[in-house]
DNA sequence: CAAGTTACAAGTTTTGACATCTGTTACCAA
DNA sequence: TTGGTAACAGATGTCAAAACTTGTAACTTG
């Protein structure tokens, strides 16, 4: 009995997602997303290789959602750089709030996904260390920030920052200070500890 | 039958950093520990009133000794200011990796400790804020760093440097990177990103 | 009475038989 | 050939019974 409904990637993912936010990371099986699109699990094999594979596409789905929003804010070219830096930071800890409050299940299947499929997690790093040094060298080029080296500030400012945007402290970005946490961290980067040489 | 030798708190806590390294966290029981120290464990239970309590004066024993440590490094009025802020940095960092490359199941088994038992984690943290704001009050008198508030700026500092001093992230303390990169954020939290106002 | 013991209730973990899941293969239909 | 099925072996997960662990209490000894 072949299937009314072509079956197609987009599909399964989206059926997947579905599973994952109902049964957690844990307890989503292939058969389970099988079933919810009325086809065998065998069918789910003819367009992912494997268990693994479905994972890492469906966890690189949510984290490209994220991207692409960051991605607006990144070349708003109508804002200043510094400014632009300091919005940028803001929205990648509050997307992340926003998951985790929406959908707290969800959040952490797809957290225990990235820190398993790594290349997945690298990749999205990839992505926002590339907005991050656009941003960055935009601010060189008008004269608002001092760099040598965009791509290396980015992760100098990406490792700073690294408590409001790595999954590892999710716990305490429902803390109501976090915000202002970063706050200080921006300002702090943006002058510096040093006292002025010749005040 | 009484104990040939006197049982006292700090043969146990020894005995129990023993079988913790041995069995791990999930596996050790306070039985183990008698088993080892030749005793009932009711005899444990006269000297600690939970397994819980047993396992934060074990985790707090080993956070201390980091702690005073990194006090020496803190107090040593002989090192300017800026550069031992640096040091200090660099042997949060280094004091942790020390402990993963000597006994990495008794790392991984305080990780999980000092993350259950919050009050030693946050404890703990606290100490190392106030070691890092002498540094930073020490500067500010002297004149070689620039702060409203010391210990605020102790605050934003520790978290600017969140990556190397967090225990969610020893994963990536393996990379032999790191030390640089704890470098470059040191060096832009010292001269910060925005451009001189009149250059 | 200080420092230990044995004995035990209540809760938690291990065990091992059973069920389910993953991934593959051989097959079917448009 | 594309898109599906059914049946299967081996790995993994589940569940109830048995074993162990925690924490307490009543007891023993110098």
Known sequence: MPARTPLDANAILAATEEILRRHGPDKATVVDVARALGVSHAAVYKHFPSKQALREAVTRRWLDRNRDALAVIA?????????????????????????IREDPELFAAYGILAAAHSSVATDHVADLLGQLTAIIADGAADGSLRTDDAEATARVVFNATAKFNHLAHAAEWQNPGIGAELDEVYSLLLEGLHAPTSP
């Open 75 to 99: 070349a708003d070219s109508a804002v200043p750089p510094v400014q632009r830096l300091r919005t940028w930071l803001h929205a990648v800890l509050a997307g992340k709030q926003a998951k």
